[in-house]
């Protein structure tokens, strides 16, 4: 199979299995938000931005330079895995010692059985982390979706019986840790291949790894902290409720990009560490996987930010109304946010972490105060704060990170990134005043979604031709490219 079949095909079934999720995500908010209070998903939501910080030292970055160096191995690979399953299993230990302190922090005791339970998730999901990160490195995408689907699938039905016998916030706990047992159950039930792990862990094996998976840990550690600032704030400054009001619109915007981003850039990352030498190829094809991400994403959020009361009503119910302007500036949030995030694989493909690192050391300087002083303005005035923030990088963001890497210049990565904003608005704000004058949301979104879509595809198959003819070639890939 050639490398751009290879492509597509990982790009198919990391499409497909994003629909899937998107959709059981969907299901499980809409359902669980009506029997889950808010408060419920403000203590989660301290929870996971602990978790989630915890979880940059799991490997240590050395799963991300597996990926990226081209020659591993056998006792090389062996020492990565356990040293995987050891940094999982220091981390949960580290975590159930420390969750007093980290509740005393957001000031309330709830935390800390909560961190003490779902700790265990980082030593089990590490029992799976090599197999997946092999298959991903090999382009073989098909088997690691279909387990995530699975898997996700198990811990959504998890989460539903417990809140229906009224766990409250361990239903979304226990779902998660189900979830993260049958992941690593499935990895070695499907990924394997009869490979087993030697008993070894040598600092020889591991030493090439380090330093450029100690540069990725350092760029995630910073980049983690940059966009889980407000979380980490938010939860000292406005309570467990505020915060559950402000972190389900959060959860949802950020839910669109790691739906659609991943189905190119999860392939994009060892696609350009193949082509890195190649400056004018790397330049490619992280300009066509901007104008992919952000065509994708492009209607989607500016349909949130048109319609955000009626998704609010439909989806959580009526309990979460304050929701609605949260989710309408934070729609606009998540579109500059997710045009930022395909650099990640142009950085990590090029293997230049200490661009990266510099760039999230600047943005540790300036992100903090400006979402602390956005705080002192409630939830709303936080999530302005990341919005105007937001935009004013996105030059600096170019001229730092972009130019550096692959010479894309301003104008082509200005077209590549902005113009389906543009196409988008063209399409959604004739649908919007179409229903404009109709009263039910559900009926609204009936008749505004299809108008809309298809005044964007009319407009794309003109004026965005390059990602039109993509799309068109994934959904029905030409002979002898289907797989």
Known sequence: M?????TFTAVRWTAFASLVRAFLQIVQVAVLARILAPEDYGLMAMVTVVLGFAGMFTDWGVNSAFVQRQLVTQEQRSSLFWLNVAMGALLTLFLIIFSPVLAWYFSDDRIAPLLMVSASMFVISALGTQLRVTAEKELNFRPVMMLELASAAIGFVTSLVAAMAGMGVYALVLGGIVATV????FAWMFLARGWRPMWRLRMVDVQPFLKFGGGVMAVGIGSYVNASIDLLLGGRL???TQLGLYSMPRNLVLQIQMVVNPIITRVGFPLISQVQSDVAHVR???LKTLNMTASINAPLYVGVTFFAPEIVAIMLGDGWKE???LLRILALWGLFRSVGNPVGSLIFGMGRIGLALKWNIGLLIIVPPVVWLGAQYGAAGMAWALLIMMVVLFIPGWYVLVLPLCQAGL??????ALRPLLLALASVVPAYLVVGALDAEIIRLVIAVPIAAALYLSISYKANREWFAAMRELVLPTTGEAS
């Open 2 to 6: 050639t490398l751009k079949k290879q």
């Open 411 to 416: 104008v082509k990565y200005t077209i590549a």
């Open 238 to 240: 406005l309570g467990a």
């Open 182 to 185: 049958f992941g690593a159950i």
């Open 323 to 325: 929701a609605a302007p």
């Open 284 to 286: 490619s094809i992280y």
